[in-house]
């Protein structure tokens, strides 16, 4: 792909041991004003400071100064359709506080039939840094920053560098010199303004049309205007953008972009170019009117729904979550637990159930807190984004293999070596029931079940209050089976009576544990290769340590601290093993999957691409998967790799496209939110001619996917054809 570089692919390291980047290892120190070089041939870095001293509580300007050789370029913040931005993280000395980079308005810059957004020659990206207000004149105040960038020409190279400046503190702060405050005069002269205007963004079809009224807008005072959207696919970066203005009123015609949402925000810059050929930017966030285009996509149906409706859906949702393959290790757990209570009294079997619903109920208010927490602080997230954390996965594993163990009689949780009393028994089992809610949740999450994974993305984009209902109807639905068969007097009084057949059961139930245990371990081989295998696998191996360790002194005649404490250092060594999944190499998710994918019959799935098809007017099918996601893979096993499948594939001229999600790809949360989606499994089959996508559900079989082609086949012969 000369010329065109994937977004955030860049940070993979199989591209990082394939690229030279010159001088970026160690850091010294050249001045108080700016820091040694990091210089290669495409680009020579600096950190410099806009003041040569500062004072204690002085606010003042830092920044990544880049001078680039020519017809080299580097990206803003949102680098269009290819690139990726700088990034800088700043060392500061305690009581210092850093802002975020302030942006400088950026340059289009056309590549063949793409568009990306940067800047070339010379540019500075600064941040304000605050002097603790109890620093001492006549010490040092020690910056030092990493920092990561892109630069592209006919293909692109990621560089790094690290910085140190040590500005002295003084009584009164002095500026810097005049070579440095040239290099923050480029910055701010590109400084984005305050729109002192009214914006709206009208929607209809795919156009998009940018109205801005102010008295200053006139023939005199326009020579061009662009609108660089703030967030990727907001417009099509490539399209034009054509100007009618007429005076106190501008109108740009643009092209909605791949995950235009008329909900979300639309924040921008907004270019004007005046009759001497200055250009001065400005932040307009316009308000949005209009419908998406071709009325009511299937994925914003519920969007128009009541409240009551959709929960509904949700609580449906849970309710079928309880038949998904990747709930079957909580199925297990239920059954056991059923089995261990039909013997006793109505009452306890009623408070069985309502604890095991507690448990579902506060595991989904805690999964949907933390969801909107992040959120709130400017993070896309989606649903089962922990199984996204190699640390999660792992984790989750040895836990799973633990209660496998428990199960199958290596120890047991909650008995001495005696046992202990009936009420401490009834406790424990309430307190049982409790926690097999809390996992029942955290093992549902890598899947979501129809009518549940549009009710997730509506929640995930509604208010906290309707959030945190929509989530709470879906934990009812997950609870309601078990929940029932416990209320009802008639259902319990039908199980068996206790007996050797319950031990048996119990033994059994553990081999689901231990097989969804090894699924983990695959999911931590495909997120971190050969080395999350041994991790896991040692890791395994000490909890079974444990496990043995701790049995044999609660079945032994002993009980001395000696075995407790060794089983205590077993686990203890988990932890450790979790320390070096913190931070580990995470091979190339793309690279393993183009890798793959040249020996299938599917591309890897980038925004680029999938424009670039629908442009072409050709049909495609995109499948977003993960290998934490079991739906996904029975669904690619027993549908989409059929030959039935394939076969429509080839007859219809269909580009298959697959997304890989196993790791957190922004790219990929980006496009499932453009159909208010956040959970997987997804499907979207894009008919040829440019028409609407179809959305399939997340349980597919050979009918609805051939049907599905077939449908838009005939909708094909019997529409007009669109004008090319």
Partial sequence: MSGVFERKSWRHPALWMSTFVALCAGASVASAQESAPVTSPRVTATLISD????????????????????????????????????????????????????????????????????????????????????????????????????????????????????????????????????????????????????????????????????????????????????????????????????????????????????????????????????????????SISGAPAGGAAPSSLIESLPLWQTALFAFIGGLILNLMPCVFPVLAIKATAVARLSGGELREVRLAGAYYTLGVVVAFTALAAALLAVRAGGTAVGWGFQFQSPLFVAGMSWLLLAIGLNLSGVYEIGLGVTGTGQGLTQKSGHAGSFFTGLLAVVLATPCTAPFMGV????????????????????????????????????????????????????????????????????????????????????????????????????????????????????????????LQLDGAATPGIAARTQASAASANYEPFTNARLAELRKEGKPVFVNMTAAWCITCLVNERTTLSTEAVQEAFRAAGITYLKGDWTNRNPEIGAYLRSFNRDGLPFYAFYPAGGREPAVLPPVLTEAIVVGEIERAGRSAQTSPQPIK
């Fill in 51 to 286: 003041a040569a001293s500062v004072a204690p509580g002085q606010t003042f300007r830092v920044g990544l100064r880049q001078r680039l050789a020519p017809h080299w370029h580097t990206y803003w913040k949102n680098s269009g359709d290819a690139g990726a931005p700088p990034e800088i993280r700043l060392n500061l000395p305690k009581g210092a506080t850093a802002g975020e980079i302030i942006w400088p308005g950026p340059d289009r810059i056309p590549a063949g039939p793409i568009m990306s957004y940067g800047y070339e020659n010379e540019i500075v990206f600064p941040i304000r840094v605050t002097v603790p207000s109890d620093a001492a004149p006549g010490q040092t105040l020690s910056v030092s920053a990493d920092a990561e960038w892109l630069v592209c020409e006919k293909e692109c190279i990621p560089e790094q560098g690290s910085f140190i400046l040590d500005i002295p503190i003084s009584s009164a702060g002095t500026p810097a010199g005049d070579d440095i405050g040239a290099a923050f005069a480029i910055a701010d002269a590109r400084k984005p303004l305050p729109g002192p205007w009214s914006a709206k963004l009208a929607s209809e079809g795919d156009a998009l049309a940018l109205t801005v009224e102010g008295a200053d807008l006139t023939q005199a005072a326009v020579k061009s205007a662009y609108f660089y959207p703030a967030s990727w696919g907001v417009a099509d970066h490539a399209a034009p953008q054509q100007l009618s203005l007429t005076d106190g009123t501008l109108t740009l015609a643009l092209t909605k972009g791949q995950t235009f949402n008329p909900d979300a925000k639309a924040e921008g810059l907004l270019a004007i170019t005046d009759g001497g050929g200055v250009t001065r930017w400005f932040e307009i966030s316009p």
């Fill in 455 to 578: 009710a997730v993305g509506t929640a995930l984009s509604a208010s906290v209050l309707v959030c945190l209902l929509i989530f709470l109807a879906m934990g009812l639905g997950l609870a309601a089976p078990y929940a029932l068969l416990t209320l009802f007097p008639a259902l319990a009084r039908a199980l068996p009576r206790p007996g050797p057949w319950m031990l048996r059961l119990r033994q059994a139930m553990a081999f689901p544990m231990y097989a969804s245990a090894a699924w983990l371990v695959c999911v931590l081989s495909q997120q971190l290769g050969d080395f999350g295998v041994l991790v896991a696998l040692s890791g395994a191996l000490l909890v079974a340590l444990a496990a043995w360790i701790y049995g044999t002194a609660q079945h032994g005649t002993g009980r001395g601290l000696i075995p407790r404490g060794l089983a205590a250092a077993a686990i203890a060594g988990t932890f450790g093993l979790l």
